[in-house]
């Protein structure tokens, strides 16, 4: 009887998060659609994002300041991973900023030119790509979602979105759980990064794209695509994958992070060098070339880094509910705190972006 209990237990375990998977909140009928966008970049904003629930807050004031603009939901329940403000990307380009959720359902792709006034970016309900990861530049916003749905890009309007298939290129592989970023070589370029180390690149803002390999070395766990000095790397568990002729070719190169493990999409582009960290700040790595690593300061705290002209630096970090600001790289300080520690009020994401002034 005892072992049949313990087996009952361990069922209602598992089942207990997969049935508050499905509790996905609906989509608010208050949120607009196809509001045009008429970005003017008059003023700069740090903007950031929860995880889940789509909560979105914005600081005008060179991060010092930070005031909510938007909220998907307050349903805990809307599905840590499955969910409809399951927040998967967030990105900005030429005064718009764009975040992106819906893993396992269609996507919900909201967009502001001004920080504040958010609207759908579709013109009407329509099923958009599911997201696993967003870029933006030369215009275009991104998403990627896996080998089955593969890319979806926006027009220069922001307002309509095409889908392009990878399985074309997988030759019979199988990839999943597609990244994004974007990076200014020759041009523009946006690279997608999916399991079993297949990439996609494009030099024509996402309407044709070419296939390459990261080496089979680099192992299963691709976090997050970031270009600077003229390079993309792509983070791993103990490597780098790094590129330097816009995603044709890579070499993979150890980092030597240690800690806790690494901090979810914690590979940034900051003061001219690559910072890569480990949760809660326990460990955290800097490289110029993506190839030679040496150790930041230890008051570097974990998360994600997002830099304005100013030089001001904020962080974000998954499973921590605060945002901290530095001027220097080195001392840090949390400019806002969380009313309450729950998923909605994890800021994951963060962008720097020109938008409209708000009277």
Same mark, same amino acid.
């Given at each position: 009887?005892?072992?049949?209990?313990?087996?009952?237990?361990?069922?209602?375990?598992?089942?207990?998060?997969?049935?508050?998977?499905?509790?996905?909140?609906?989509?608010?009928?208050?949120?607009?659609?196809?509001?045009?966008?008429?970005?003017?970049?008059?003023?700069?904003?740090?903007?950031?994002?929860?995880?889940?629930?789509?909560?979105?807050?914005?600081?005008?004031?060179?991060?010092?300041?930070?005031?909510?603009?938007?909220?998907?939901?307050?349903?805990?329940?809307?599905?840590?991973?499955?969910?409809?403000?399951?927040?998967?990307?967030?990105?900005?380009?030429?005064?718009?900023?764009?975040?992106?959720?819906?893993?396992?359902?269609?996507?919900?792709?909201?967009?502001?030119?001004?920080?504040?006034?958010?609207?759908?970016?579709?013109?009407?309900?329509?099923?958009?790509?599911?997201?696993?990861?967003?870029?933006?530049?030369?215009?275009?916003?991104?998403?990627?979602?896996?080998?089955?749905?593969?890319?979806?890009?926006?027009?220069?309007?922001?307002?309509?979105?095409?889908?392009?298939?990878?399985?074309?290129?997988?030759?019979?592989?199988?990839?999943?759980?597609?990244?994004?970023?974007?990076?200014?070589?020759?041009?523009?370029?946006?690279?997608?990064?999916?399991?079993?180390?297949?990439?996609?690149?494009?030099?024509?803002?996402?309407?044709?794209?070419?296939?390459?390999?990261?080496?089979?070395?680099?192992?299963?766990?691709?976090?997050?695509?970031?270009?600077?000095?003229?390079?993309? =790397?792509?983070?791993? +568990?103990?490597?780098? $994958? &790094?590129? *330097?002729?816009? @995603?044709?070719? !890579?070499?993979?190169?150890?980092?030597?992070?240690?800690?806790?493990?690494?901090?979810?999409?914690?590979?940034?582009?900051?003061?001219?060098?690559?910072? =890569?960290?480990?949760? +809660?700040?326990?460990? $955290? &790595?800097? *490289?110029?070339? @993506?190839?030679? !690593?040496?150790?930041?300061?230890?008051?570097?705290?974990?998360?994600?880094?997002?830099?304005?002209?100013?030089?001001?630096?904020?962080?974000?970090?998954?499973?921590?509910?605060?945002?901290?600001?530095?001027?220097?790289?080195?001392?840090?300080?949390?400019?806002?705190?969380?009313?309450?520690?729950?998923?909605?009020?994890?800021?994951?994401?963060?962008?720097?972006?020109?938008?409209?002034?708000?009277?």
């Amino acid at each position: 009887m005892i072992r049949i209990a313990l087996t009952i237990i361990a069922v209602l375990a598992w089942l207990t998060p997969a049935l508050a998977q499905r509790k996905h909140a609906p989509i608010r009928d208050d949120i607009p659609y196809g509001r045009e966008l008429t970005p003017r970049m008059e003023e700069p904003v740090f903007a950031a994002c929860s995880k889940q629930g789509m909560r979105i807050l914005v600081s005008r004031d060179d991060g010092k300041t930070w005031t909510q603009t938007f909220l998907g939901t307050d349903s805990l329940e809307d599905g840590g991973w499955h969910g409809t403000f399951a927040v998967y990307g967030m990105a900005s380009t030429r005064g718009v900023i764009g975040v992106f959720s819906g893993w396992g359902t269609p996507g919900v792709y909201i967009g502001s030119d001004d920080g504040v006034n958010w609207t759908h970016l579709n013109p009407a309900p329509t099923k958009l790509g599911s997201v696993w990861g967003a870029a933006g530049g030369n215009g275009v916003l991104l998403t990627s979602a896996d080998q089955w749905r593969g890319v979806t890009r926006s027009g220069k309007s922001l307002s309509q979105w095409n889908a392009h298939k990878v399985m074309p290129l997988l030759d019979g592989g199988r990839t999943h759980h597609m990244i994004s970023g974007f990076g200014h070589y020759k041009g523009g370029r946006f690279i997608v990064v999916g399991d079993n180390q297949h990439v996609f690149s494009s030099d024509d803002n996402c309407q044709s794209w070419k296939h390459s390999r990261i080496p089979e070395a680099a192992g299963q766990g691709q976090e997050v695509v970031v270009f600077g000095n003229g390079v993309f =790397l792509v983070s791993y +568990k103990e490597h780098v $994958a &790094r590129s *330097s002729d816009g @995603g044709a070719s !890579w070499t993979l190169h150890e980092h030597g992070l240690k800690g806790r493990g690494r901090s979810w999409r914690g590979l940034s582009f900051v003061r001219g060098e690559f910072w =890569l960290t480990a949760q +809660k700040g326990t460990h $955290a &790595r800097k *490289s110029k070339d @993506g190839i030679t !690593w040496e150790d930041l300061p230890e008051s570097t705290p974990g998360g994600r880094f997002v830099e304005a002209e100013t030089g001001t630096i904020i962080n974000v970090e998954r499973r921590r509910y605060d945002i901290k600001r530095s001027t220097d790289g080195v001392t840090w300080e949390s400019v806002f705190t969380a009313p309450q520690e729950d998923v909605s009020w994890d800021t994951t994401f963060a962008v720097y972006e020109k938008v409209n002034a708000v009277k």
